[in-house]
DNA sequence: CTGTATCCCGCGAGATACTG
DNA sequence: CAGTATCTCGCGGGATACAG
């Protein structure tokens, strides 16, 4: 990630800001649900409800409080409708859309080495499984 | 997440499970420390000890901890050359290769959107301060 | 140097309950 | 429906010690 070497010097000051705030931005996003959120809101605009329904697993907690972060980080916008019962939209901003191009392709290169990835677990599965004492039995 | 419609037919059975794959896959890769070990590797060939250094902060346990995990899958091969001391160096696959390129692309994004981050970050982190009563003096 | 095994604490995260 | 607030528990993950 683009490590620098520091020499001391002034400015040297603000790309050692930059250089924290950008790991801090990816330990923000480099979660799993945080990409999944992204992922679902790029078909289209969701509400609370869709969301949960939408990205499997999440709990209700994970996905507000994921939600809240990634609105803090402008990645995606929050549309409260003043109706009973309150409607909430959430949707990708331009960062947001931006961001959810690359998480596409991390899709795309799961399904594409899907196979290659399977062979390898059985490989080392069935090594281990040799090396330990044989339990079948 | 290509999230399909199952219907139940026999066929659909398979689809399941590269689903259920694909999810677990994405699980394991889509963490902070797994994606910093593939980028540092992307550079060059490291060995463990070089690898602790270069992914700043990682503990030795989620170092070998995530090694096991990225090599399980394929996505990085291990060498061990018999001397004394051990050097071990760990490099990436083919697979492994691929999932770089995708990785670069986030951190260009991250680095790119740094200053729209930063930007709505002031905004929301102000307007919340605001919200809370005054608690200067 | 590389790696495994313990111990143990803190926090992540689920469940639940309650407001608007 | 959307959201916040607690409580609680399990386990993630750091520190440490030891082995090859």
Redesign the pocket.
């Known amino acids: 990630m683009v490590t620098k070497q520091f020499t001391g010097s002034p400015e040297d000051a603000d790309l050692r800001r930059a250089d924290s705030l950008a790991r801090e931005i990816f330990s923000d996003v480099a979660n799993k649900w945080a990409l999944l959120i992204i992922e679902a809101l790029g078909e289209r605009v969701l509400?609370?409800?869709?969301l949960r329904d939408e990205v499997e697993g999440?709990?209700?907690?994970?996905l507000?409080q994921n939600?809240?972060m990634l609105e803090r980080n402008g990645l995606i916008e929050?549309t409260?409708y003043p109706v009973v019962?309150?409607?909430?939209e959430y949707a990708l901003t331009g960062p947001g859309q931006a961001l959810r191009v690359t998480i596409d392709s991390l899709c795309d290169w799961t399904h594409r080495h899907l196979g290659h990835i399977e062979a390898a677990r059985r490989r080392t599965d069935t090594a281990a499984a040799a090396d330990s004492p044989d339990t079948g039995r």
Chains 1, 2 share one sequence.
């Open positions: 509400r609370f409800s869709e999440i709990s209700h907690k994970m507000t939600l809240r929050r409260v019962p309150p409607r909430v």
